[in-house]
């Protein structure tokens, strides 16, 4: 009898876990650009996680096509790729758009003789028809015109002559041949793309299930993506151990768990009272060699608890000496498939920074749960809007903010920019702060809190963009369930659509160790060509 044997290669969706897989085939197949950042690989797959399609032949990602959904006056109208594609974060992303924009498509050079290129925008195409969408538009590279360009009339005049068989260009030949219409030509599209004179041609094909005169009518599903989510408003106490102090921690944890909740965050610098039953005073880097010696009980202890009551733990934050020396304010992330991730506070207060000689991380990035994207920012990390608008491009739809503040005022600041990130970037911000007081530990002598979950401000969400609350310095555990599917409602079809309206024409951010791939160094600029390429 026959048996089937696993497939050699396989066209599939994309998912987070492929990432490092197709950074190492962008390098190959495309040696002198500038490579993407994890980040953006992560913000195409999760805004869009129907729309990206990788190759793997026995095992390994071999090509990698990535789209995403956008309405046809920004498709058709004259753009180039960082504006369309969101800094190559896919974060344009429209459900209800009805063209499909093609961001990328690699393949690895070694294997083109097995037409991995034509099976990827075959998948592109049927993912297209699924949808009954108008069609497919990109901007194709035109790696021969600047070689040729003294000897035809302009760009228009080359693509003319390409699809007579006048010329050959690779790229342009390779799309023609898989039914796509050069639409005009987009200048600047890729700026350091020499070979194409910075040039490209507007790629088009269009579905022929679905009628041109007919008026598009895609509207976004009200779904139930229901999450529930516990923050924890802690009370500062000493304790006489370590086992005392996981006890209680344990004791909200199981509480969370036992509502059912899907995570339940503390707050920032809540491990601080392990310092209480120290038998004397500690000078402040003492005080941190003795939380560094507590890092690694702390982080398993809370993963243990994540595992035994099936629930995500936010791990507020931890101050630690960290593997390079330096001293840093970290969360800790256990997930309940017994992950762990870290996430270093950013941006250090002065007070930090003077007293406890916190250095800010470099980097901060989503956090793939069973939930989806999450990102975490550590309380003064919320007033930088910068960051959070990082997390959201990279798909993260709910944000933690451990904070720690002693004052009203210090709260309101807190409070007041976590609201603003989440009408900004429409998603759900949660805060879990510390009350009451901690005496003989340094910076931890009193609290202010009120902790909270917030929303955007639009008709599915709370009158007051407040999902849910506690009452202020009081220890309790506030829960509330949230819908996913109305951010994504709120973000095509909102009052207000301040993702899908940003001026990328006007401003972006650009991070270091992540730079757009439109704007590489003069060193990794482009020697040769490659085919097929483009989107």
Not at 70 to 77: C, F, P, W, Y
Not at 169 to 174: H, L
Not at 278 to 285: D, H
Request: aromatic share 8%; proline share 7%.
């Amino acid at each position: 009898m026959l048996r089937k044997s696993p497939a050699t290669l396989d066209i599939r969706i994309a998912v987070p876990d492929d990432v490092p897989g197709i950074l190492a085939l962008i390098s190959r197949a495309y040696p002198g650009i500038e490579n993407y950042s994890a980040g953006q690989l992560s913000g195409q797959i999760n805004n869009f996680p129907e729309g990206q399609f990788v190759a793997v032949l026995e095992g390994a990602i071999v090509g990698y096509c990535a789209s995403s959904r956008i309405d046809e006056v920004i498709a058709l109208a004259p753009h180039n790729w960082a504006t369309i594609t969101g800094n190559g974060f896919g974060s344009r992303h429209d459900p209800t758009g009805d063209w499909l924009y093609g961001i990328e498509m690699a393949v690895d050079d070694r294997q083109r003789g097995l037409r991995i290129g034509k099976r990827l925008y075959d998948a592109r195409r049927a993912l297209a028809e699924r949808l009954e969408l108008r069609g497919i538009v990109f901007g194709g590279r035109m790696p021969n015109y600047a070689r040729v360009k003294s000897k035809v009339d302009g760009p228009e005049d080359y693509l003319a002559r390409v699809q007579r068989g006048e010329l050959r260009d690779p790229v342009i030949g390779f799309q023609l041949s898989n039914g796509f219409t050069p639409i005009g030509v987009l200048d600047k599209y890729l700026p350091f793309d020499k070979a194409s004179d910075g040039l490209a041609a507007h790629m088009v094909w269009r579905n022929p299930y679905v009628d041109p005169n007919e008026p598009p009518a895609f509207r976004v599903p009200r779904d139930v993506e229901s999450v529930r989510l516990a923050t924890v408003q802690l009370q500062a106490r000493a304790v006489d151990n370590f086992e005392e102090f996981v006890k209680n921690i344990e004791y909200f944890v199981d509480v969370a768990a036992d509502y059912r909740s899907d995570f339940v965050v503390f707050p920032e610098l809540f491990t601080m009272s392990l310092l209480s039953f120290e038998t004397g005073k500690l000078s402040p880097m003492e005080a941190i060699d003795r939380m560094t010696e507590h890092r690694e009980p702390i982080v398993r202890e809370l993963s243990r608890m994540a595992l035994r009551y099936n629930i995500n733990i936010v791990g507020g934050s931890h101050p630690t000496r960290t593997e390079d020396g330096s001293i840093q304010n970290v969360a800790y992330v256990c997930l309940r498939d017994g992950s762990v991730h870290s996430q270093e506070k950013i941006h250090p207060t002065p007070n930090e920074a003077y007293w406890w000689k916190v250095k800010g991380g470099s980097s901060v990035d989503v956090i793939q749960t069973d939930i989806g994207p999450i990102g975490v920012l550590i309380c003064y990390d919320s007033e930088f809007p910068e960051l959070a608008r990082r997390l959201v491009d990279e798909g993260a739809r709910i944000i933690f903010v451990p904070f720690c503040t002693d004052n009203r005022q210090g709260y309101m600041r807190v409070r007041y920019c976590a609201q603003a990130r989440a009408i900004e970037n429409q998603c759900f911000v949660v805060l879990s702060g510390n009350v009451g007081n901690l005496p003989g530990v340094d910076n931890m002598d009193v609290q202010y809190a009120q902790s909270c979950i917030l929303t955007p401000c639009d008709f599915p969400f709370a009158r007051d963009g407040i999902a849910a609350e506690a009452s202020e310095n009081i220890e309790t555990l506030t829960i509330a369930d949230v819908n996913l599917a109305d951010l994504t409602w709120a973000r095509a079809e909102g009052t207000v659509r301040n993702l899908a309206d940003r001026r990328f024409d006007l401003y972006r951010i650009d991070w270091n160790g992540g730079k757009p791939r439109d704007l590489p160094p003069p060193e990794s600029r482009p020697k040769g060509s490659k085919a097929p390429g483009g989107g």
